[in-house]
């Protein structure tokens, strides 16, 4: 039998639902966009990180905070 997994939203989500939830699974973490719940990608802690460091440096834009 399969653990369902505790899904998790920002409080900074609109109540509209279109939002990105997170969920642990195991040692890995698991995403899904609330729109489509069925659709899941997994990723390590560290992964995610990472890719939150790189978009709040705006790696992705090559902006940088002293460029704002």
């Known amino acids: 039998m399969t653990t369902p997994m505790n899904w998790h939203k920002s409080s900074h989500s609109g109540p ?6 997170i969920a ?10 609330s729109d489509d719940p069925g659709t899941v990608l997994t990723t390590t802690p560290a992964a ?4 939150i460091r790189a978009v709040k440096a705006d790696v992705f834009t090559g902006r940088t905070e002293a460029g704002r």
Do not use: I, N, W
């Not at 642990?24 to 966009?33: H, K």
């Open 24 to 33: 642990t699974l195991g040692p890995a973490v698991a995403l899904r966009e």
């Open 16 to 21: 509209e639902g279109d939002c990105v939830e």
């Open 48 to 51: 995610l990180d990472g890719l």
